[in-house]
């Protein structure tokens, strides 16, 4: 083997090519969070909502499972009550923005261009584009996807998942990274499970406990306004709550982020 | 590198690639202020704990890596991925049992209310480096 230029070295025997270590290589033993760096990010957003007194909703789903539909109508129901603003994340295009603007709140959209998720620095420039010290409610709205948002945390206090009853009832097992994610899931457009034969409830239900989630299931229509009541409750005690654990201090957090190991830092040489 | 530059792969292959990359991006940063902290020419091997639960996939990860790493100190490392059990803890009987991804129940009394112990890790663990 030549051992100037590394030529003879391929992938199918670099392990051996490498090993032992020479003289002068070195071990590190690290135990760091891959997504260090977005984290940060997130608990610096974090501080900057928590200062203001903001609770910050993240919404998932997969694309078409009632998102924006049931910002709008919450918008309807609470924008006397809150001070409420949206952050819309998509691939391309304004219309989710335009269509909360028209309900009269504050709207930002984010186009991810071909990200398939938002992260923490995307959020915080959005930040730069609205009035924190104006916002009781922020809804971030993810982009539609049932994978890759999950591990991005983005510095909300609650992940909310939607599922809608157009999907199959058993979505909670097969994405169990998102679901098991989720401190709420909306189990949307129940007004359709009349015209529907093949979507259970208990069903979903069911595959949702089986990721040891005990997530409150908030089944409602937001079209036609059936069960409003429970999530507009669920986000008026989340908003109290946030608000007690700021003036503490302290802040509330998704229940779950995933990959929170506690960063650890550990150096030692081998050689 | 299959799938990375194939024009005619779907949507949701290609948005799916794109988070592995987010990830891979995130890892090379991170061995790179490693390696210069630890004054290091060239990195070796770089090991990492994926578990079943940390929303990313080993394969992909190592399509995507090159991408990442090209033209850096890693360029030339070799990824190591150790893949990390499901294992939970029943807060009601207080077993420690194996699971599966979307099965996250205690394995002795069945109960759903348990802790995930190991299987959400997305860890860079450690790298071999040479100075």
Same mark, same amino acid.
């Given at each position: 083997?030549?051992?100037?230029?590394?030529?003879?070295?391929?992938?199918?025997?670099?392990?051996?090519?490498?090993?032992?270590? %020479? *003289? #002068?290589?070195?071990?590190?033993?690290?135990?760091k969070k891959l997504l260090a760096h977005n984290d940060d990010q997130a608990v610096h957003n /974090? @501080?900057?909502?928590? =200062?203001?007194?903001?609770?910050?909703?993240?919404?998932?789903?997969?694309?078409?499972?009632?998102?924006?539909?049931?910002?709008?109508?919450?918008?309807?129901?609470?924008?006397?009550?809150?001070?409420?603003?949206?952050?819309?994340?998509?691939?391309?295009?304004?219309?989710?923005?335009?269509?909360?603007?028209?309900?009269?709140?504050?709207?930002?959209?984010?186009?991810?261009?071909? &990200?398939?998720?938002?992260?923490?620095?995307?959020?915080?420039?959005?930040?730069?584009?609205?009035?924190?010290?104006?916002?009781?409610?922020?809804?971030?709205?993810?982009?539609?996807?049932?994978?890759?948002?999950?591990?991005?945390?983005?510095?909300?206090?609650?992940?909310?998942?939607?599922?809608?009853?157009?999907?199959?009832?058993?979505?909670?097992?097969?994405?169990?990274? =998102?679901?098991? &994610? &989720?401190?709420?899931?909306?189990?949307?457009?129940?007004?359709?499970?009349?015209?529907?034969?093949?979507?259970?409830?208990?069903?979903?239900?069911?595959?949702?406990? %089986?990721?040891?989630?005990?997530?409150?299931?908030?089944?409602?229509?937001?079209?036609?306004?059936?069960?409003?009541?429970?999530?507009?409750?669920?986000?008026?005690?989340?908003?109290?709550?946030?608000?007690?654990?700021?003036?503490?201090? @302290?802040?509330?957090?998704?229940?779950?982020?995933?990959?929170?190991?506690?960063? *650890?830092? %550990?150096?030692?040489?081998?050689? | 590198?299959?799938?990375?530059f194939m024009t005619k792969c779907c949507l949701s292959n290609r948005l799916r690639l794109m988070?592995?990359?987010?990830?891979c991006q995130a890892l090379v940063t991170q061995v790179i202020d490693i390696a210069q902290q630890?004054? !290091? /020419?060239?990195?070796?091997?770089?090991?990492?704990?994926? #578990?079943?639960?940390?929303?990313?996939?080993?394969?992909?990860?190592? *399509?995507?890596?090159?991408?990442? @790493?090209?033209?850096?100190?890693?360029?030339? !490392?070799?990824?190591?991925?150790?893949?990390?059990?499901?294992?939970?803890?029943? %807060?009601?009987?207080?077993?420690?049992?194996?699971?599966?991804?979307?099965?996250?129940?205690?394995?002795?009394?069945?109960?759903?209310?348990?802790?995930?112990?190991? #299987?959400?890790?997305?860890?860079? &663990? *450690?790298?071999?480096?040479?100075?």
């Open positions: 083997m030549c051992d100037s230029c590394g030529c003879n070295v391929t992938p199918g025997n670099k392990h051996l090519a490498y090993k032992p270590i %020479q *003289n #002068g290589g070195s071990a590190v033993s690290i135990l /974090r @501080a900057h909502f928590n =200062m203001h007194g903001i609770l910050v909703i993240n919404l998932m789903s997969s694309p078409g499972s009632g998102k924006t539909a049931l910002l709008e109508a919450s918008i309807d129901a609470l924008k006397h009550e809150f001070r409420l603003a949206v952050i819309e994340g998509d691939l391309e295009t304004e219309n989710d923005a335009a269509r909360i603007r028209t309900h009269g709140v504050p709207a930002y959209q984010i186009t991810t261009g071909s &990200a398939c998720h938002l992260d923490a620095h995307m959020v915080h420039e959005a930040l730069h584009h609205l009035n924190l010290s104006e916002i009781d409610i922020l809804f971030i709205e993810n982009v539609g996807n049932l994978v890759c948002p999950a591990s991005f945390d983005l510095g909300q206090h609650r992940n909310v998942t939607l599922l809608s009853v157009t999907e199959g009832d058993d979505k909670p097992a097969k994405y169990p990274v =998102m679901f098991r &994610a &989720a401190d709420a899931v909306v189990l949307s457009k129940i007004d359709l499970l009349s015209v529907l034969d093949d979507f259970d409830p208990a069903q979903a239900e069911h595959h949702l406990r %089986q990721l040891a989630s005990t997530a409150p299931l908030l089944s409602l229509s937001a079209r036609k306004g059936q069960g409003m009541t429970v999530w507009l409750d669920w986000l008026r005690h989340e908003l109290a709550a946030q608000r007690a654990h700021a003036q503490d201090g @302290a802040t509330a957090r998704p229940h779950l982020q995933p990959n929170d190991t506690d960063v *650890n830092i %550990q150096t030692g040489f081998s050689s | 590198m299959p799938g990375i988070h592995e990359l987010s990830v630890n004054s !290091a /020419r060239e990195v070796l091997t770089i090991t990492l704990h994926i #578990g079943p639960l940390s929303g990313v996939e080993p394969a992909l990860l190592v *399509n995507a890596f090159p991408l990442a @790493a090209a033209g850096s100190v890693a360029a030339s !490392a070799q990824l190591v991925i150790e893949p990390q059990p499901l294992r939970v803890h029943c %807060q009601t009987c207080g077993a420690d049992t194996e699971a599966t991804a979307n099965r996250l129940l205690c394995g002795v009394c069945g109960d759903y209310h348990t802790q995930l112990i190991s #299987g959400d890790e997305l860890l860079l &663990a *450690n790298l071999e480096l040479m100075s």
